[in-house]
C-alpha cells in the first residue's frame, strides 16, 4: 500500500482559541475536579474548573498589566509542572504565543531560540535557569521581562494584575481564532540548528479532539471512572504539550510530574493513581527493567520470564483474534496467564499506580515485545508516530485492533503517503504552516499540501504504519550497502544491560557499534554474580560483561542480511548525554557529534 486516507470524525474548528474550554468547563460543570496540584508538603490537593478558571483570568490580567499584548511571544523554561499549564493557558487567553524552551537548554541553544522568536518576556523555573537566561540578556535586545516562578512571580503577577476589568481579557479572549498562532515549538535539532515550529490554535484543537473522540476508551476505561493523567513527559515537547491541552480540553483530571526517575516517578503515581498514562518507551523499559530486577533479587527470575513468555503469548494470541487470524487465548493459555495475574502482572500494574489499562507511546519506536508484555500483563499501549510539524501524532493503533512493533493506521482527518524512496509523506489539519523566519526550510518539507517527514516507513495492507529510519541516517559500506540503523539499534538496546547504541559503518568496510551501559543494572547484574561493583576502566574490559553485550549484537543480527550485521562492537566507558552535546533535550542521538567526540574508538573498530 502506497497510501491512506482516513476520513475525519469532525470538521476542523471554524472559531475561537485554546483558552475557551477553560472558561466554557468553569460555567458549564464549576465544581468538577479539572488538575491535580501537589503542595509544598507533597500532598496532591484538587482544582477544580472554577478555581482554573480564575487562577487563568487572573494570570491573564497580570500579563496585559505587565506589558504583554495579543502576538507577543513569551518563552517558558521550566520543568513540568502545574504553574506551565496555567501560563500556557492564560497566555492563550490574551492571544500571546508560548514559546517552550527545555530546561536543560545550554546558553548558546537559549540564546538562539530566544532571539530567533523574538520574545518579549520570559518564565524560567528557578535561579539556575535565570542564570543561564542572564547570561545572553545582553544579546537580546527584544527582551524585557524574566520572571522567576520559585519567587512567586505568579502571586506578584496577579497582586500587578488586579485592577484589569474582566471584559478587557475577554476582548483580547474573542479575537483569538483557530488560524492563529498558538505557540513556536523548537526541533531538537539532530541536523543542526533548531527550526521554529509554527503551531496554530486550530491545529492543537484539531488534534487533541480526533485523539480524544477515536480514543475515548483509552482516556474512560471504566464506566463511571474520574478519567486522570500524571503527566511527566517535558512539556517543551509537542507530545507532553498536546497531553497537556488535550486533557484540559477532555475533562481528564491532569496532574504534574517534573521528574522521570523512578525515584520520584514511581510514588507520585501511586499517589495520584491515573487511569492512563501516555509515554517514551523509555518509561516503560524502565518499569519492565525494574520488575525483573526486583523479581531477581528475590529469587525468582525464573517465574519472571515464565510470565513474560505468558504475557507475550497471550497478547499474540488476541492479536490474531482481533484480525481474523485465530480463536484467542487456548484454555491452558488462560489458566496460566491466571496463575501469573496476582504474582506479577498485577504488581507491575501496581507500579503505575494500580488504575492504569490503557497507556500511549510515542517519541521513538517501542519494540513488539515489549508492547506484547504489557498487553499481556492488562495494560494496552498504544504505539503512534508524529513529529512537532504534525502537533504529534499522525498515525496511532486503534483501540480495538493494535498490531504490535507498528505505530498504527492513521489518525482521523489524515494521509499518509510513502514516496517513491520510502519516504513518509503526512496531510491533515493538524500539519504546521512553516518555520518561523525560514520559509526556504518550509518550502523544502512542505510539497503541495504533504509534510515530507524525513523518516521511512512502509505501510502493510490493513494501512499500519511502521516506521524503518531516518533518510539522513542511512549507512552506505564501501561495499555499496545501505544500512538503516534503527532497528539493529532497537534490538541491541532492548538488552537490559544497554543504556544506548550507535551503529555506525558510513563509508566503512562493514558495520560497527559503540554501545554505552545501564549502570544501575549493570551493578544488579554483578550483584547477582555475587561481585563487587567495578570501576569504570575494569568493566568496560570485563570478559563475562562482553559476553552478555555480545549476546545482545547478536540477536540484534538476526534481523538483518549478514552484510548489515554488526561484525564488532565497542563498550564505551560513559554514557552519551545531552550535557556533553551528544543527546538531544528529546533524548534523541547527535549521531555526527557521537562520531566526532569517538573518532578515535570509531577508527580502532576498523584495525
Known sequence: MRELTVPPLAAAPLVGGLADVVFDHAASDPDRVALGRKDASGTWGDVTSRQFRDEVLALAKGLLARGVRFGDRVAIMSRTRYEWTLFDFALWTVGAQPVPVYPTSSADQVHWMLHDAGVSACVVEHEDHAMTVGSVVDRLPLLKQLWQLDTGVVDELVRAGARIDDEVVHRHRRAVTPESVATVIYTSGTTGRPKGCVLTHGNFMFESDTLLHRWEPVFRSRPGEEASTLLFLPLAHVFGRMVGV??????????????????????DLAAFRPTFVLAVPYVFEKVFDAARRRAEAEGRAGAFDRAVE???????????????????????????????????????????????RHAMSGGSAMDRRMGLFFAGAGVTVYEGYGLTETTSAATANPPERTRYGTVGQPVPGTSVRIAEDGEVWLRGPHVFSGYLNDPAAGE?????????????????????LTITGRKKEILVTTSGK???????????????????????GNNR?????????????????????????????????????????????????????????????????????????????????????IETVYAAEVEALYH
Not at 488535550?246 to 510514588?267: D, E, F, M, N, Y
Not at 483474534?321 to 484467542?328: A, Q
Not at 495475574?341 to 499506580?353: D, F, I, S, T
Request: hydrophobic share 45%; with cysteine.
Open 246 to 267: 488535550a486533557a484540559v480540553r477532555g475533562r481528564v483530571k491532569l496532574g504534574h510530574q517534573p521528574l522521570l526517575s523512578a525515584g520520584a516517578l514511581l510514588p
Open 310 to 356: 505468558v504475557a507475550v503469548r497471550y497478547a499474540e494470541a488476541q492479536e490474531d483474534r482481533d484480525f481474523g487470524l485465530g480463536p484467542g487465548p487456548s484454555a491452558a493459555l488462560r489458566v496460566q496467564h491466571q496463575f501469573f495475574e496476582k504474582v506479577v502482572y498485577g504488581k507491575v500494574r501496581e507500579a503505575l499506580g494500580g488504575r492504569v
Open 444 to 464: 523544502a518539507v512542505l510539497r503541495d499540501g504533504w509534510l515530507a517527514t524525513g523518516d521511512l516507513g512502509s505501510l502493510d495492507e490493513d494501512g499500519y
Open 482 to 504: 545501505s544500512v538503516s540503523p534503527l532497528a539493529l539499534e532497537d534490538r541491541v538496546r532492548s538488552h537490559p544491560l544497554v543504556a544506548q547504541c550507535v551503529v555506525v
Open 509 to 593: 568496510p562493514y558495520i560497527a557499534a559503540l554501545i554505552t551501559l545501564d549502570q544501575e543494572a549493570v551493578d544488579h547484574w554483578l550483584a547477582m554474580q555475587g561481585r563487587a561493583t567495578l570501576q569504570t576502566a575494569e568493566l568496560v574490559r570485563d570478559p563475562a560483561l562482553e559476553r552478555e553485550i555480545r549476546r545482545a549484537v547478536v540477536a540484534a543480527n538476526t534481523l538483518v542480511s549478514h552484510a548489515e550485521s554488526i561484525r564488532t562492537f565497542r563498550i564505551l566507558a560513559h554514557p552519551f548525554s545531552e550535557e556533553h552535546g551528544l543527546l538531544t533535550p528529546s533524548l534523541k542521538l547527535k549521531r555526527r557529534a
